[in-house]
C-alpha cells in the first residue's frame, strides 16, 4: 500500500489565534511502511477522543476495481447526549451500526443526496459517531477521478459526501467491521507530521452558544490543507 504515496512534511509553527487549540502534533517517519491494519483494542472508547485519533490514520477500500486509500484529515464527534447525532432518540431500524462496538461503520443517506460514513464510537449499547469528513486521497486515485470527473485532486474526498462517492461506498457498508479483515477497513498511518486542532463543528445563527454546533467536536488536520471547510448545515451535513 506504500505506492504512490508522498514523504511526509514537517510540522509548522502554532494555528494563528481563534483557529483552535492545538490537542496533540502526531510523530512519523517519511519512509513508506507496510500496512498495519487498526485493532480494536487501540480505539479510545470516547466519542471525542475518537474523532481526534482517527485524524491521520488511512481509511482503505479494496473493490472489485482495485484498493482505494486516503489519510483522514478531518472527523466530527457526534458523542452522547448530542441532539443531532442519528443515535440520540435511541436504538431503531436504521441506526442499529450506531449501538455496536467501537469501529463498525454507520452509513446513511443524508437530505436524499448523498451518502456519509460514520464509526460507531462508545461501548456496545450506547449510540454515538465519529463522522469522516475528508481524506487525502492516496492509492486508487485514477478510480477516484472516474468516479467524480472533473474534481480537482484536493476535492476529491473533500467532505462527507464527496469522500464516499469517490470510494465507492454506499449502504452495502453500514454495519462493517472497519477493525476486520473486510473490504473496508481502517489503517496506521505513518508518512507524515502534522498538527491536529479542535474547533466547532459549525456557526449556524439559530444556535445559540453553548450548543452542539458550537462546541470544538471538529478535529482537523493542519497539513496538508484537504479539509472540507466550514459547515453549512446542521448535524451531519
Known amino acids: 500500500m506504500g505506492s504512490g504515496r508522498m514523504p511526509g512534511c514537517t510540522a509548522g509553527v502554532g494555528l494563528a489565534a481563534g483557529e483552535g487549540a492545538i490537542d496533540r502534533v502526531i510523530s512519523v517517519n517519511d519512509f513508506y511502511h507496510p500496512i498495519v491494519p487498526l485493532a480494536r483494542e487501540e480505539l ?4 471525542v477522543e475518537l474523532a481526534r485519533f482517527m485524524v491521520g490514520k488511512c481509511l482503505v477500500h479494496d473493490c472489485a476495481l ?3 486509500s486516503g489519510r483522514i484529515v478531518e472527523t466530527e464527534a457526534y ?6 447525532n442519528h443515535a440520540y432518540r435511541g436504538l431503531r431500524p436504521y441506526n442499529r451500526a450506531l449501538f455496536r462496538v467501537p469501529g463498525h461503520a454507520y452509513v446513511r443517506l443524508v437530505y436524499g443526496a448523498c451518502y456519509m460514513i460514520n464509526l460507531s464510537a462508545e461501548p456496545e449499547g450506547k449510540g454515538a459517531a465519529v463522522l469522516l469528513r475528508a481524506v487525502e486521497p492516496l492509492d486508487g486515485i485514477p478510480l477516484m477521478h472516474a468516479r467524480r470527473p472533473g474534481a480537482k485532486l484536493v476535492d476529491l474526498a473533500r467532505g462527507p459526501g464527496r469522500l464516499c462517492a469517490a470510494f465507492g461506498i454506499g449502504p452495502e457498508a453500514d454495519g462493517a467491521d472497519l477493525c476486520g479483515r473486510g473490504a473496508l477497513w481502517l489503517e496506521h498511518s505513518g508518512l507524515i507530521i502534522y498538527r491536529v486542532a479542535a474547533s466547532c463543528r459549525s456557526r449556524i445563527p439559530a444556535l445559540a452558544p453553548g450548543r452542539e454546533g458550537y462546541r470544538k467536536y471538529r478535529s482537523i ?3 496538508p490543507r484537504r479539509t472540507s471547510g466550514a459547515s453549512t448545515r446542521r448535524g451531519y451535513g
Do not use: I, Q, W, Y
Not at 479510545?44 to 466519542?47: E, G, L, Q, R
Not at 458523542?79 to 443531532?84: A, E, I, N
Open 66 to 68: 482495485g484498493r482505494l
Open 221 to 223: 488536520c493542519t497539513c
Open 79 to 84: 458523542p452522547l447526549g448530542d441532539s443531532t
Open 44 to 47: 479510545p472508547v470516547d466519542t
